[in-house]
């Protein structure tokens, strides 16, 4: 059994994390730990979850038990407790967007301080599964990639290699949940609901995210316009990928054979021939891409969607966790989260 | 007092129409015609709405005593009522597509048929009021634009000019209202609530119609490739344009002042610097555009918000009929619609 | 023209009100006060407004200009301000429930405190026109009701007389915006989006109010059993009062006229034959009510709908300013909020 | 492992008894039976069902190899199937409402028609596991209760024996599933979203089944006032049962006692302290209870919460059949439906 833990427990991702973990049946609850619930138990916090566990205070020591650490704590404050918990041996997989840029140069652009762990921010693996499997494997530090990233990256990998030069241009709508328990005026019911805005319309912080790995896809620096918004709905991205194509573009059906072939062995990956809907991955570890050619444009259409909290967050720490410990990788991912 | 007619009032352009004639200052109700709903009461079968009125049967010649008919019949019909209209005299507004596209070539190509009024197609005014206000003023037929038209021509009249060679990208999100009352498997709450997705990702109608104007705006044939997605309210359409620009992407400040110039007289355009979300138009006639430049991927995002009921349709057309009838353009359009 | 203020003009009630003064013909805004927002534009902080105004800091000096406040302080709190300006010459319509309660002794046990002003509780005026028009006409100080109490009130006031002993059972559902613009975790759209629950069980504050109001109109201490509900909506509350009647159950025509007889003259009040939805009277300051008999269980049902921000706040302040002033009732509360 | 058939399997019940079923360790799916879509896959129709099937046409011949069959037809129609497969020597549970009223006379009365086997309504078993799991376990055929019978029945049974005389009310709030798939003008998006509606206000026809269980509970004919409303969300039901005490309304405690010892041993009726919400039991087969005095007004309110399709309809024909067959009662209904 392996022993894990949660860090910041008590966030939508720590919460998704500590139900998907209960219920793994290679997994052994090791600590779940909070900074405002200390005490208090699991059920009362979250009544829907019936999870007879208590949140603790978290100290290096008391984790440091554990053969795997999901750290879920905020930007900018995650790369403590991780190098940390790294450096008493403990696996990591951070939530955060500490370590999921590569060059810390970018990180102090973005974030507005030098990362103080460079060297950890070398050795971090960016754990999408589809893209890093192997690396994942080997890893004492996983960057699990944020949900944006996550919809917008398997969506554009099968035919990275063939874009034209240009800008893709990626347009995602995100459910609420996607912007944390914090009650704020822009999570109020009363400004979401019968609602629809874009925000952060240039310069969204997952922008740079998505630019590395693109570029690393498409073997070039690729500029990415990136929008996101903010959905009147609970859980779920949508992401529609314009790309434009060099050499033509293909039929529909070459495309979808493309992307089928692309994917085949992938557990969490359907390429489906409808467009897909939020419903269909709510509350699962899937990804469903479908891709459209539209030749007047000069472009491909490719639409994906997942569960912003699973796939594009605690679903996939699990599938890496399974990777990393050699588990079968859709080890309890089955059902819904 | 203008006496006006509402044909085909009991969808949801029709309900709207009827909504806003019935407070106009300057115009009496003459009929209000149904196909489903004849004998029976507009409170009746509207709760909302308080309107002593009753739906009648359509026929020319009861219609023929009005000085404008608001044609709400569907694609494919409604271009039989509007060319008897006109031949009794009756000035048309046609909130159908039968009108919209300039060629009547294209309009068999996207509708199935030959158009059987090629002159009436010819002499109809494309009736988007910021672009055509004055043919509008003396036209015996207008062809009110297309909710999602409306939302995407506003965005980028601005700046069409300057458009690089290459595709517009626009990507549309709607209220389920502008699917229409017909109860079906996509309208049924249970399909739509907590979810979202694209439809007819390629080739919805109205991309032929925003290739036409766009081109009309550019000056030359513009591929556009157009997105539409049904969002979980009812009321609404954020547009995000993608505007590849020639010569260089200007900065924010010098965008807004561009936009705010060219709408400078519009009662119903208004030039925002915060990205606008649907509450901010919904029930008004009103379209808010906000323009920002995103340098780094070569060009412009413009988002647009209008309710697809009003500007998108109803209030559109009572905003022709001022035009048309010497009025106040905003007259009968202030408040909640 | 009426100089009107609005003290604590940022919550939703201080922002409705805004928007139905600003539009109301026989009135001049004179200050908008705020605690969080002083210097800042309501167009501004409220987008969906179109209002030209700024707020201002609170002074009992400058609000003395008036001839009539409006105080949208919190509950405990308001009774500082209305004293002070009731003092200073200014007719006051209190939106709090400081002087609500006609015996202060029941405010201390609700409250938790001494009410200060036990002069100003007994001189205040219950602000339900349809109940006390003419006291409301001559009042220095107007307590505007709760928006629970208004929907109970309405639904049961044409059959107190006849109520048998026993509880009055009252079931009523809200939307969100009655809780207030804070952002809690109540009030998250994680929270409260497909999702239901009662709150407040036993025990709601609201229902030393309605207890106060039914036993005068009954005649006798009347129980009231109130639960409240929260909806995943924006605005409305739907009431459900369960009345057991002395001396049999009438029949529903008999029962709908003396509903419609008792408000045949109430601008405000629509008494309909089909069970209203929330839809009916949402932005309106109208109520409507539907009365039901169930002979089979002894009692009657009446059901009744309002806008808990319009006729349960801030639209029914405006229509007690109307009767204070002399004017036509419905000035300015005609179309949408 | 038991043969397993759905007839019907394309409504909403059918759809989520696919999907139980598909899953649990000890059935065999036989055959799936559908009107409209025979020939179609499972997730052609439900995308989000992950589910290798194909719906098949209706035959006694072909369902008459199964050992249970769950029979989903509508109510006046699904009695003519579930004789024929009870005669064929198949256990059928029926989820609608043909063989839940005991008395065939009762039937008549509600249904307009002479039941044609007054026999089976004789031997039919009422399908509430809490009630009556002994007959459960023997009977051929079970009438699986209504969705709002369950919720109330579950509220009232542990005080049932301690009512007063005199009605009781049951005000229930029901998501929009439970009005069915078909596509109506009640269940199109813009008439439920945002809204909220009583609807059935006297007379819905589960009023018949409640009384008659209540009834069988108390020990004497009860008078029931029983209103439902829609809600809009998806799944789930919120009933408040204000419950008339004789002899005195005890504390908090005891009766939180009282309902905690009387379903001390039931797999899935939770009793919380907290009053509880739909997003609890949302895609389970829980029912969360919650008890609370109302001593002021001399009654017992009790809140009760369930899937409507899950307790409320397929998870309960599956926790019959359960036990049924002798399984652990639980199997398959672990996790989210």
Not at 4 to 31: D, E, F, I, K, N
Not at 42 to 51: G, I, K, N, Q, T
Not at 61 to 90: I, K, T, Y
Not at 282 to 294: A, G, M, S
């Given at each position: 059994m392996i022993q894990a833990s949660v860090v910041?427990?008590?966030?939508?991702?720590?919460?998704?994390?500590?139900?998907?973990?209960?219920?793994?049946?290679?997994?052994?609850?090791h600590a779940l730990t909070s900074r405002s619930y200390v005490g208090r138990?699991?059920?009362?916090?979250?009544?829907?979850?019936?999870?007879?566990?208590?949140?603790?205070?978290?100290?290096?020591a008391r984790v440091a038990g554990s053969d795997v650490a999901f750290v879920c704590h905020p930007h900018a404050e995650a790369h403590l407790v991780a190098a940390e918990l790294v450096e008493a041996g403990v696996r990591v997989i951070d939530l955060s967007a500490d370590f999921r840029l590569r060059d810390a140069a970018q990180y102090a652009e973005?974030?507005?301080?030098?990362?103080?762990?460079?060297?950890?921010?070398?050795?971090?693996?960016?754990?999408?599964?589809?893209?890093?499997?192997?690396?994942?494997?080997?890893?004492?530090?996983?960057?699990?990639?944020g949900c944006y990233p996550t919809s917008a990256l398997l969506a554009v990998a099968p035919l990275a290699k063939r874009a034209a030069e240009g800008a893709v241009i990626i347009d995602s709508k995100s459910g609420v949940s996607g912007a944390g328990r914090g009650a704020t005026d822009k999570t109020h019911f009363c400004s979401v609901h019968d609602n629809f805005k874009a925000y952060s319309e240039v310069g969204h912080r997952h922008t740079a995210e998505i630019v590395q790995e693109i570029s690393l896809l498409t073997g070039r620096p690729t500029p990415v316009s990136f929008t996101p918004h903010l959905l009147p709905v609970d859980r779920g991205i949508l992401t529609v990928v314009y790309l434009p194509l060099a050499g033509g573009v293909a039929d529909a059906a070459s495309l979808h054979g493309l992307y089928a072939d692309f994917y085949a062995d992938?557990?969490?990956?359907?390429?489906?021939?409808?467009?897909?809907?939020?419903?269909?991955?709510?509350?699962?570890?899937?990804?469903r891409?479908?891709?459209?050619?539209?030749p007047a444009a000069g472009l491909v259409k490719v639409i994906s969607v997942i569960d912003n909290l699973v796939k594009g967050a605690s679903g996939q720490a699990v599938q890496n966790m399974n990777i990393m410990f050699g588990l079968e990788e859709s080890l309890g991912l089955e059902g819904k989260a």
């Amino acid at each position: 059994m392996i022993q894990a833990s949660v860090v910041g427990a008590t966030g939508y991702t720590g919460m998704v994390l500590s139900h998907l973990l209960s219920r793994h049946p290679q997994v052994r609850m090791h600590a779940l730990t909070s900074r405002s619930y200390v005490g208090r138990g699991v059920a009362e916090v979250f009544p829907h979850l019936r999870l007879d566990a208590q949140y603790e205070p978290y100290s290096a020591a008391r984790v440091a038990g554990s053969d795997v650490a999901f750290v879920c704590h905020p930007h900018a404050e995650a790369h403590l407790v991780a190098a940390e918990l790294v450096e008493a041996g403990v696996r990591v997989i951070d939530l955060s967007a500490d370590f999921r840029l590569r060059d810390a140069a970018q990180y102090a652009e973005w974030y507005g301080f030098e990362h103080p762990y460079p060297d950890l921010v070398d050795e971090a693996v960016y754990g999408l599964p589809e893209l890093y499997r192997e690396r994942i494997a080997a890893a004492r530090l996983v960057a699990n990639p944020g949900c944006y990233p996550t919809s917008a990256l398997l969506a554009v990998a099968p035919l990275a290699k063939r874009a034209a030069e240009g800008a893709v241009i990626i347009d995602s709508k995100s459910g609420v949940s996607g912007a944390g328990r914090g009650a704020t005026d822009k999570t109020h019911f009363c400004s979401v609901h019968d609602n629809f805005k874009a925000y952060s319309e240039v310069g969204h912080r997952h922008t740079a995210e998505i630019v590395q790995e693109i570029s690393l896809l498409t073997g070039r620096p690729t500029p990415v316009s990136f929008t996101p918004h903010l959905l009147p709905v609970d859980r779920g991205i949508l992401t529609v990928v314009y790309l434009p194509l060099a050499g033509g573009v293909a039929d529909a059906a070459s495309l979808h054979g493309l992307y089928a072939d692309f994917y085949a062995d992938e557990p969490f990956v359907e390429v489906v021939t409808q467009a897909p809907s939020l419903r269909e991955v709510q509350w699962t570890n899937y990804c469903r891409v479908c891709v459209r050619p539209d030749p007047a444009a000069g472009l491909v259409k490719v639409i994906s969607v997942i569960d912003n909290l699973v796939k594009g967050a605690s679903g996939q720490a699990v599938q890496n966790m399974n990777i990393m410990f050699g588990l079968e990788e859709s080890l309890g991912l089955e059902g819904k989260a």
